[in-house]
């Protein structure tokens, strides 16, 4: 076919090899604003304070109907209300724990009046969280789960008064809630950091009652004695309470340089190197290479991040996973993608 006169030749564009992230932006409705990507932001909306729609549920555009959204967070409406802490944990404001603490200060209301303790809530109520209002969604969605290989030279913290990096960085932006870093890591150690949007999930991973196993790969500047050992395992003295390592194993190195595998259940500050510390030796390298059930995978290099595929994190969650057919199938048994996020410049 001739090209048209006066119109240049455009030569084919190639494919971005940008990184895929997993959370773009919605698509603004025609005619509505674009919803803001900060995640402490407010709906634009003003009637998205409402949970429930008085019309009763509506079938989207394109004849699809309610209850068979697509994707991973296909939603199952509750019928029941919830308890306060459980629903706000699953919307991702925060941890069941500081929410109970936030109910007890005061921070928290219930259609104008203080929130309580094991107070229910359900559509149509209207929650404030220090004055401002929190969107909620009454439905059961499948907990999201990444896996980052922090490296050396990151914080675990939203806000660093030294203006260091910090780990959320390197995140994918979540259009709701936010992400919850799964216990910490020093500055200065580098491995496994898990993180969820799921507020339950997090408390689980984290309460001292559940006891989950940390693994680490230490190296030492020396090499531990039978007797530093032993003592390791069965228990020393720190300032805070007693410590030790369920296991303790010898993985060799050369010169004066030598590394260890050691397991345990807790996870106080800085607790690993004030352990060998304690016993006169220094940790000159130490890496997190195991929470609970979750290793970090081999694949993932340093500064990278993967979403754990729905299924397994269900299976972590202890909640059934939702059935998925066709497309959707498929597309959850795909194996899951390396990321690398680049931080914006600070």
Same mark, same amino acid.
């Given at each position: ?48 304070? &409402?949970?429930?729609?008085? #019309?009763? $549920? /509506? ?5 699809? =109907?309610? !209850?068979?959204?697509?994707? %991973? ?62 969107? &909620?969604?009454?439905?059961? #969605?499948? $907990? /999201? ?5 922090? =490296?050396? !030279?990151?914080?675990?913290? %939203? ?188």
């Amino acid at each position: 076919m001739p090209r048209k006169p006066n119109s240049p030749f455009r030569p084919p564009q190639k494919k971005s090899e940008a990184i895929e992230i997993l959370d773009r932006p919605a698509r603004p409705p025609r005619g509505g604003r674009e919803n803001a990507r900060d995640e402490d932001a407010q709906p634009q909306d003003p009637n998205a304070h &409402l949970n429930a729609d008085p #019309r009763g $549920p /509506r079938a989207p555009r394109g004849g699809r =109907p309610q !209850g068979q959204a697509r994707g %991973r967070n296909a939603p199952t409406t509750l019928t029941e209300p919830e308890r306060l802490q459980k629903v706000l944990a699953q919307a991702g404001v925060a941890s069941r724990r500081e929410i109970e603490e936030w109910v007890v200060a005061g921070r928290i209301s219930v259609n104008g009046l203080p929130a309580s303790l094991g107070q229910k809530i359900g559509p149509g109520d209207r929650v404030k969280v220090n004055g401002k209002l929190i969107p &909620l969604r009454f439905t059961q #969605r499948s $907990p /999201r789960v990444l896996i980052y290989h922090k =490296p050396e !030279g990151e914080i675990v913290s %939203r806000d660093d008064p030294e203006g260091r990096p910090t780990v959320f960085e390197r995140l994918p932006v979540l259009r709701k809630g936010r992400w919850l870093a799964v216990g910490r890591l020093d500055f200065n150690t580098s491995g496994l950091l898990l993180f969820t949007n799921d507020g339950d999930l997090a408390n689980k991973l984290m309460h001292p009652r559940y006891e989950l196993e940390r693994e680490y790969a230490v190296r030492l500047l020396g090499e531990l004695t039978e007797e530093q050992a032993k003592s390791l395992t069965e228990g020393i003295q720190l300032e805070d309470g007693p410590a030790k390592f369920n296991t303790l194993r010898d993985e060799g190195g050369e010169g004066a340089n030598h590394w260890y595998r050691v397991t345990i259940s807790e996870g106080r500050n800085r607790e690993v190197r004030r352990m060998f510390e304690a016993v006169g030796l220094t940790v000159s390298r130490l890496m997190r290479v195991r929470y609970g059930a979750v290793e970090l995978p081999a694949r993932l290099k340093r500064g990278m991040w993967m979403e754990m595929p729905e299924a397994d994190a269900c299976k972590l969650a202890g909640v059934a996973a939702p059935q998925r057919q066709g497309q959707d199938e498929k597309r959850a048994k795909r194996p899951p993608k390396m990321h690398r996020t680049t931080p914006s410049s600070r």
